[in-house]
């Protein structure tokens, strides 16, 4: 996923997703490089993200179920 792709997705610029991302990288919370992000730290990125990302994240897991195995 390309920072382009990241700014495009977001609304913002290219510019701010480097920003962004050397942050939190710096905060050892995420790898990032040439277009592939690996969280380092789960819990640590969630405690940075707005209450948003929970909400996001229950209403997804709400409308898109696990698949059940037979």
């Known amino acids: 996923m ?3 792709l ?6 913002v610029r290219r510019e701010g997703v480097t920003e962004a991302a050397l942050k ?7 790898k990032y490089t040439r277009g592939h992000i690996t969280i380092l730290d ?10 948003c990302y929970q909400v ?8 898109l ?3 059940i195995a037979v």
């Open 2 to 4: 390309t920072q382009e």
């Open 6 to 11: 990241i700014a495009n997705m977001l609304g």
């Open 24 to 30: 939190v990288q710096k905060a050892g919370l995420i």
């Open 42 to 51: 789960r819990p640590g990125l969630e405690k940075r993200t707005c209450e």
């Open 56 to 63: 996001v994240k229950t209403e997804s897991e709400r409308l």
């Open 65 to 67: 179920p696990k698949k």
